[in-house]
């Protein structure tokens, strides 16, 4: 049986900064105050719909320490691609227990995965970048959401992987 392709980025296992964090209007980023808490759920929330012969892309910021690592990636089933983000410092070989595969960005026909957004100079080689980082925040061009750019971001998927092919039927690629 063929499985499903899922996205998930940014989830920050275990970081307990990342529960003091706020959207620019001072509304909280995520609702637990609770960091191991806010990890439990995520982890749950992810295996409840990733099955073990699905791909899932993780596009960066897994953990901040190899402690949060080692205590949050041999609980997420399916077959990982890492796309590296800026938090994800250890070296390759540590992170190859865990995943298929590690890239520094993915690209595919009509889009390219990344953890951070590539420059708008870059996208034409695309036309859509699925990518992580901004958290709450998307990418902007005169002052509204750019189109070809879409935050997977757990912020922007209910804290929980969401398929690709419904985030490249949002994006108009088929």
């Not at 392709?5 to 964090?21: G, K, R």
């Not at 399916?78 to 890239?103: A, T």
Request: glycine share 6%; hydrophobic share 35%; net charge positive.
């Amino acid at each position: 049986m063929s499985g499903r392709t899922w996205l998930y980025a940014d989830p920050h296992f275990y970081q307990t900064s990342i529960c003091q964090f706020t959207r620019s209007d001072g509304s909280k980023l995520r609702p637990w105050d609770n960091a191991d808490q806010m990890s439990e759920d995520m982890i749950l929330w992810y295996n409840e719909i990733v099955h073990p012969e699905d791909r899932v892309y993780i596009l960066g910021d897994i953990a901040m320490n190899r402690r949060a690592l080692d205590k949050s990636l041999p609980r997420l089933g399916g077959r990982k691609v890492l796309i590296k983000g800026n938090h994800d410092e250890d070296k390759l070989s540590y992170y190859s227990k865990y995943f298929d595969d590690i890239r520094a960005y993915t690209p595919k026909k009509g889009f390219v995965l990344s953890h951070i957004p590539i420059h708008p100079g870059s996208l034409s080689r695309w036309g859509v970048n699925i990518h992580g980082h901004l958290h709450s925040n998307v990418v902007q061009l005169n002052d509204e959401p750019d189109p070809r750019y879409v935050c997977v971001s757990v912020e922007h998927t209910n804290f929980r992987p969401i398929l690709l092919d419904k985030v490249l039927k949002k994006a108009g690629i088929k």
